[in-house]
Antibody, heavy 124, light 107 residues
Framework: QVQLQESGPGLVKPSETLSLTCTVS????????WSWIRQPAGKGLEWIGR???????NYNPSLKSRVTVSVDTSKNQISLKLSSVTAADTAVYYC??????????????????WGQGTMVTVSS | DIQMTQSPSSLSASVGDRVTITCRAS??????LGWYQQKPGQAPKLLIY???SLQSGVPSRFSGSGSGTDFTLTISSLQPEDFATYYC?????????FGPGTKVDIK
């Protein structure tokens, strides 16, 4: 079955760029939307943005000026870059797959498969 | 942005209880609502999408209803594995937004 695994540095200095990769195994990255979602410790979920395998993206306006999501279909990977980080960006970061196969049902903006999450701390 | 609220923020219940959680959107979202369950240290798990569609593999004791701005998640008979935090999420428009969560713990 499809599995997602986030990877990247667990510690990032303030003002630097957070870079994470989500590797998809057990299935193709094609025909689905992929999202990044984060969760500060003890708090709720915040949607960061999504990408389709064509490269089309949508971002949360609250982060849009700092976020870049990209896809590498040859590697079955989705990447997240968040620039100019502050302590407020400290969170568990998840990648998640949209439930819908675009070619069959369209997309749902509901997330049926999630990575385990990776904790990123912003601190000097 | 569409703001999502949930009530209650927490509740205590016993195994076998019927539990209802409410989610309200700041504007109409038609039926574009999902529910997730999250246990400590785990990623959220999709329970219901499009208001009332049960995700594959999810027990039938979970059900969802509503439309417009008001939605409910019902657990018909609470099981030990259901003690968790539940989040609603609107999929009507971006940015996609989640409710603040409802923690269900053991009475």
């Amino acid at each position: 079955q499809v599995q997602l695994q986030e990877s990247g540095p667990g510690l990032v200095k303030p003002s630097e760029t957070l870079s994470l990769t989500c590797t998809v195994s057990g299935g193709s990255i094609s025909r689905h939307y992929w999202s990044w979602i984060r969760q500060p410790a003890g708090k709720g979920l915040e949607w960061i943005g999504r990408i389709y395998t064509s490269g089309s993206t949508n971002y949360n306006p609250s982060l849009k000026s700092r976020v870049t999501v990209s896809v590498d279909t040859s590697k079955n990977q989705i990447s997240l870059k968040l620039s100019s980080v502050t302590a407020a960006d400290t969170a568990v970061y998840y990648c998640a797959r949209d439930l819908g196969d675009v070619a069959v049902t369209g997309y749902f903006d509901a997330f049926d498969i999630w990575g385990q999450g990776t904790m990123v701390t912003v601190s000097s | 942005d569409i703001q999502m609220t949930q009530s209650p923020s927490s509740l205590s219940a016993s195994v076998g209880d019927r539990v209802t959680i409410t989610c309200r959107a700041s504007q109409s979202i038609s039926s574009y609502l999902g529910w997730y369950q999250q246990k400590p240290g785990q990623a959220p798990k999709l329970l219901i999408y499009a208001t009332s569609s049960l995700q594959s593999g999810v027990p039938s004791r979970f059900s969802g209803s509503g439309s417009g701005t008001d939605f409910t998640l019902t657990i018909s008979s609470l099981q030990p594995e259901d003690f968790a935090t539940y989040y609603c999420q609107q999929s009507y428009s971006t940015p996609l937004t989640f409710g603040p969560g409802t923690k269900v713990d053991i009475k």
